[in-house]
């Protein structure tokens, strides 16, 4: 075992973990990096960006928070030179391969008379998933990396490949639009959020600046809180949600009120008390933003985020404009609600469309692998968000 080689793809935080789990087992893993340093997503995101989750919940089992940062929600900076000073406590940086990208991988064996995708199927993925041994078979995976500064290509042999390649990033989801109706029947910009993210903040600043704004989609509350904007700015939703507050309100964490034992029997009430708190912290009621599912569901699935600071300020100001609707399209002069109560026929002009419409992780998994096969056991909606 001592001597198999393992490919991560990612150094993010699952990609170090991957790594470290591997030392610690003996193997020889080497992290496969397009970017040019750990840290994944906490690298560059905009800049208002905090952590979501708290704190103590976001937290290496093995290696704690500075005592410098003591914020509840760290921010994207307090985030990255963690994970960073992670990867170096742990001395993994010298795994590595930096601005190295992978194309694809392909599982490589010498097997006759089984086509190339059933080889693949019996060899590593039915034995993996059917006797626990992920090294059975007597191939190899080939990993095709693409060195990203000198554009140079090369292939890499491995015993097993780690997936790390994160689901919030690279492969954006763009909505579909009916036939002509799409952003190049836009006159003004249409870019996606991660786009806008990989900006520098002054030229983020500047590309917004003086523009009516439309956002679409379900990161818009982060995005819109940056901008001192002329103009009001459109916030484009599908659905109302339980985004809290805050995680502490009364000084221990929300969740303690559903996941404890005591709680199972007055969790009902615990859901109705927290939608009230909710409700008239941010006058939801007022803006037409109630929930139609329970916090209890919400909690339930891991979904509520904590609403931006002030970020009602700004509705009740009237600097933001909620519009529900489900679906929309372009024309020359801007947007077109489709359905729901808002449901357009004169466009919403604007200048800028930002679409905050996440992320196609399934896509990204899929297309890594050169196998049809492989690519088929790939679950994912086309409708995958982040
Ligand atoms: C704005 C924002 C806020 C978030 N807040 C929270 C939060 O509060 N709590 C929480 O739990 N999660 C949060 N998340 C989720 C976040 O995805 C995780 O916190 C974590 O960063 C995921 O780590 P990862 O390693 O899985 O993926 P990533 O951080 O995305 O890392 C993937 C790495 O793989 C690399 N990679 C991808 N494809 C290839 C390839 N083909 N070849 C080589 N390298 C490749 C990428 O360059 C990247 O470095 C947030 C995400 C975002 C975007």
């Known amino acids: 075992m001592e001597n198999k080689k393992i490919g991560i793809i990612g150094a993010g935080t699952s990609g170090l973990l991957a790594c470290k789990y591997m030392l610690s087992k003996g193997f020889d893993p080497v992290v496969f990096e397009a970017r040019s340093g750990v840290g994944g997503q906490w690298i560059k995101t905009v800049e208002t960006t905090k952590l979501q989750s708290p704190r103590p919940w976001y937290q290496f089992s093995d290696f704690p928070w500075p005592s410098s940062v003591t914020e509840d929600f760290p921010t994207q900076h307090q985030v990255f030179d963690y994970i960073q000073s992670n990867a170096q406590h742990f001395d993994l940086i010298k795994h590595i391969r930096f601005n190295t990208k992978v194309i694809s991988i392909e599982y490589d064996h010498h097997h006759q008379g089984l086509s190339d995708d059933e080889l693949e199927m019996f060899r590593s993925w039915k034995l993996w998933n059917g006797d626990g041994q992920p090294f059975q078979g007597e191939g190899k995976w080939k990993v095709f990396v693409e060195d990203t500064l000198n554009n140079s290509n090369e292939v890499h042999k491995v015993d097993f490949v780690i997936l790390c390649v994160g689901r919030f990033s690279d492969v ?21 959020s991660m786009d806008y993210a990989a900006m520098d903040y002054q030229s983020a600043a500047n590309f917004v600046k003086g523009k009516r ?43 303690f009120l559903y996941f404890n034992r005591f709680s199972e029997l007055l969790r009902w009430g615990f859901s109705k008390f927290v939608e009230s708190y909710i409700n008239k912290k941010h006058r939801l009621a007022k803006y037409g933003m109630v929930p139609k599912h329970s916090f209890l569901q919400e909690i339930s699935s891991c979904t509520p985020a904590i609403v931006p600071e002030k970020f009602y300020d700004k509705v009740e100001e009237g600097s933001i404009i909620l519009k529900k609707s489900q679906s929309f399209s372009f024309c020359k002069e801007g947007i077109l609600l489709d359905g729901g109560e808002e449901a357009t026929t004169t466009p919403l002009k604007t200048d800028l469309v930002i679409l905050a419409t996440g992320f196609r992780g399934d896509k990204k998994l899929k297309d890594i692998f050169v196998s049809q096969t492989f690519q088929d056991f790939m679950a994912g909606s086309p409708s995958e968000t982040g």
Do not use: M
């Open 172 to 192: 954006p989801n763009i909505p579909k639009f009916p036939l002509k109706k799409g952003p190049k029947a836009f006159h003004g910009k249409v870019i996606h």
């Open 213 to 255: 704004v439309t956002v679409a989609g379900s990161e818009s509350l982060h995005l819109t809180l940056q901008w001192r904007l002329e103009n009001p700015c459109r916030v484009l939703y599908q659905s109302e949600y339980w985004n809290v507050p805050d995680y502490h309100p009364w000084g221990f964490p929300l969740a």
